[in-house]
């Protein structure tokens, strides 16, 4: 049986796959921070696409009682963070992310599997 976490990990990036957000990543970086559990990293194409995926997390959360703690970023939206405590979601423009390599920072992270639905399902 999945955990709460991964079923709330797995809605989240299916609200960024819904608007075409890319480059999706989740680490588990729980015993590395001190501050959540799970980083999300993911991208929009321009600021207004962030922004959008940026609503859109905070729509699927909130349908499932979430409130985030904080949100930063949202006026530039080159690079928005959603704070929800035990999820972090970093959202960026390519070029912010490129430049920040998140990834690097937090490496002992390790990678969460999210199952997402394509729509693609079922085609052959």
């Given at each position: 049986?999945?955990?709460?976490?991964?079923?709330?990990?797995?809605?989240?990036?299916?609200?960024?796959?819904?608007?075409?957000?890319?480059?999706?990543?989740?680490?588990?970086?729980?015993?590395?921070?001190?501050?959540?559990?799970?980083?999300?990293?993911?991208?929009?194409?321009?600021?207004?696409?962030?922004?959008?995926?940026?609503?859109?997390?905070?729509?699927?959360?909130?349908?499932?009682?979430?409130?985030?703690?904080?949100?930063?970023?949202?006026?530039?939206?080159?690079?928005?963070?959603?704070?929800?405590?035990?999820?972090?979601?970093?959202?960026?423009?390519?070029?912010?992310?490129?430049?920040y390599a998140?990834?690097?920072?937090?490496?002992?992270?390790?990678?969460?599997?999210?199952?997402?639905?394509?729509?693609?399902?079922?085609?052959?």
């Amino acid at each position: 049986m999945k955990s709460e976490s991964l079923k709330i990990l797995d809605l989240i990036g299916q609200a960024i796959f819904d608007k075409k957000g890319s480059n999706i990543l989740v680490l588990d970086v729980k015993g590395i921070s001190t501050m959540t559990d799970y980083f999300v990293i993911a991208e929009g194409n321009v600021d207004r696409h962030v922004k959008a995926i940026c609503q859109s997390i905070r729509d699927a959360m909130k349908a499932q009682g979430y409130q985030a703690i904080h949100v930063e970023g949202e006026s530039d939206a080159d690079w928005i963070v959603i704070d929800f405590g035990e999820f972090v979601i970093h959202l960026f423009v390519p070029e912010l992310r490129e430049k920040y390599a998140l990834e690097e920072l937090w490496r002992e992270g390790k990678i969460v599997d999210l199952h997402i639905t394509t729509g693609k399902e079922g085609i052959k």
